[in-house]
């Protein structure tokens, strides 16, 4: 038997296109089960995603997804933190203002590439934590693409012209942060990062959960890394990386873990 759970959502407050509460009612269209809001490098969203979870009766965890240096897509989720923790306020600051530099580049080196497009116009189309899609949605305003999609596989990407590496955190530290503030650490879309793995490195460092179920996500990977939270003693989660209408990652919200899964989640979030 299986549960519907999302742990694994995005609002206009990262890189989303709909407003938090609007994504818990989405999910609550969708009979999610169990839910947490995780935009990038910001808890912004989660104080109206929680009152709006608490109306309809969603069970709530709070959540962040910070992006480390070690790959654009190596990403570990926050799961119960204390979203006033002075410490992770400060290091939360300190990814946002990474991401300012980093698409100051991109923005740059798009410019000398000979694209229309600056700094301050992408800035005044982000809530609160600017990044990469921010820059392709710009990009389609402009009609140099026809979809975000696009506008990443032809600029934003390494190889092409407005690339440019992730500033972020390292792992151990982003690991260290959401512990402190009383929170579970958990590799986020693992199944997409395979080659950079180091599970030992990484428990050692404190990371409590694995997202073994994920859109993207074949039968034998989210088989393969259930027996690897086996191994290291993490606990699993689910999650679809709903983004929103006109994303491209709007058609999944919630997504199917087995029933003990979603037990064990319970036990430790409620």
Known sequence: MHRLADLHTHSHFSDGTSSPESVVKHAVRRRVEMFALTDHDTVGGVA?????????????ITGVEISTSLHDHLHILGYGIEPNHPGLAAFLEFCRESRKTRVRQITGKLAAAGADITYEEVAATAHESISRPHVADLLVKKGLASTRQLAFRQYLVPGK???????????????????????????????????????????????????????????SMSGKLEKIAEKYGLFMTGGSDYHGPASGREKTAGIRVPEKTFNKLRELFF
């Open 161 to 219: 012209p407005g690339y440019a590496p992730s500033l972020g955190p390292g792992i151990a530290e982003t690991i260290a942060q959401i512990t402190a503030a009383g929170g579970k650490a958990v590799l986020a879309h693992p199944g997409i990062v395979q080659s950079f793995w180091d599970f030992p490195a990484w428990t050692t460092a404190g990371l409590a959960g694995i997202e073994v179920y994920y859109p993207l996500h074949t039968a």
């Open 48 to 60: 109206e995603s929680a009152r709006a979870a608490a109306e309809a009766g969603l069970p709530f």
